[in-house]
């Protein structure tokens, strides 16, 4: 509890509990900034020292305002570390480091964890297999892009976080009608090819840029096919040191070491191709992953990502060893719709596997956990079919127009 350091958190979501939690608990000063918005979510305030609230959310925050802001508190603390909880805040946490000189990941670092271009780029040139894909700048590149890779193709906001904004395409004629669309904003753009094949995501933790926990999960429905389509998010972790399970933790190591994450939290999605059996790069991210895939992976693995993200931080900034607990290699999984109702009534559910029930307004939401893989995937199929017949509503996706 000794050598308190202090840490600046950013958060324009509501998000990362236990992180502050376990951040205070191991002896340090936690500032928080946040949105105005957010001003009545329950943050644990005890485990807090400032909350600072910024005007608008997100792509509204003013980000001279916000170093203003952080630059007046250094004047009384020394701070440590900055943490961005979210993929939003990534940029306003590079930002700040930058131009405080506080050590940590920098812009260009930060790019290959938020912007979907920089992170294609990278895996090429280090040789990462992933999807074929062309920047919207030049006319000429687009033109070859669409007459020498087979369609469907996906237009997608370089920015964004999961599947928000992605447009599909099927033909040279309907790609530039939607490029011309987006006007002056298609350089935020990128189209790649769409290969269909089975969506993975693996979550990991680093130290000293080596991943010293990772487990991987299949999405049962990918978050592609829920933005565009509705229906019901499930993910589960697959059976360990299964040729999958190997395959894309050797990729996920490459990635990681590559793109430079020295030390935190990752969650990376990575697809094997149903036309050759391979394993492509999708996107990564320097966070915990979201839709309470955090709880599922403590669920499966006795690792609590948000917290033990902390305990690193903590780690570094006294330098001082970290020591990762115990891990079980369990199985875990998660159902999770939009609800017609404000609290659906999921009492009628109450299987022995449960071991988490989603707090959501207007979602159903349940989280498994068995040492058998079989029974998850048999609980996960029936939740899903009664879900649907229950309580699912079909959500549209919102469109994009604050870009990043």
């Known amino acids: 509890m000794n050598n308190p350091k202090t840490f600046v958190c950013i958060s324009n979501y509501f998000k990362g509990v236990d992180f502050l939690i376990n951040l205070k608990k191991l002896g340090n000063k936690v500032f928080l900034v946040t949105s105005e918005k957010l001003r009545d979510k329950s943050w644990p305030v005890e485990y807090i020292d400032e909350i600072f609230f910024m005007e608008g959310q997100d792509t509204d925050w003013n980000l001279e305002h916000l170093l203003l802001g952080v630059g007046n508190l250094m004047r009384n603390h020394k701070i440590d570390a900055i943490v961005a909880l979210d993929d939003f805040d990534v940029e306003k946490a590079t930002y700040l480091r930058e131009n405080l000189r506080i050590d940590g990941m920098g812009q260009t670092t930060g790019r290959y964890f938020r912007d979907k271009l920089a992170m294609r780029m990278r895996a090429k040139s280090c040789g990462i297999s992933n999807p074929s894909f062309c920047s919207l700048f030049n006319d000429f590149d687009i033109n070859i892009f669409a007459d020498t890779v087979a369609s469907p193709w996906v237009l997608k906001p370089r920015s964004e976080a999961s599947a928000s904004g992605i447009i599909k395409v099927y033909d040279k004629d309907s790609l530039w009608m939607h490029i011309n669309e987006l006007g002056n904003n298609r350089f ?217």
């Open 188 to 404: 935020k753009y990128l189209v790649e090819q769409f290969r269909p094949g089975d969506v993975y995501h693996c979550d990991s933790l680093i130290l000293d840029g080596k991943i010293i926990f990772s487990i991987t999960s299949k999405y049962l429905a990918t978050p592609m096919e829920i933005s565009q389509g509705g229906g019901i998010f499930r993910s589960a972790n697959i059976p360990y040191d299964s040729p999958d399970d190997k395959a894309i933790k050797k990729v996920n190591e490459q990635v990681i070491k590559d793109f430079g994450l020295k030390h935190g939290t990752a969650h990376s999605e990575y697809i094997k191709c149903h036309e050759d059996g391979k394993i492509y790069f999708l996107e990564t991210s320097s966070r915990v992953g979201g839709a309470h895939l955090a709880e599922m992976i403590a669920s499966a693995s006795n690792i609590n990502l948000w917290a033990e993200w902390a305990a690193i931080e903590n780690a570094l900034a006294k330098e001082i060893e970290y020591k990762l607990p115990e891990v079980k290699n369990e199985y875990a999984g998660i159902v999770l719709t939009l609800s017609k109702y404000q609290h659906p009534d999921l009492s009628s559910f109450s299987d022995e596997e449960i071991c988490f029930r989603v707090p959501l307004e207007y979602h159903a939401g349940l989280i498994v956990k068995s040492n058998k893989h079989e029974r998850i995937l048999e609980l996960l199929d029936d939740y899903a079919d009664r879900f649907a017949k229950d309580f699912t509503v079909i959500g549209t996706q919102k469109e994009v127009k604050d870009l990043h």
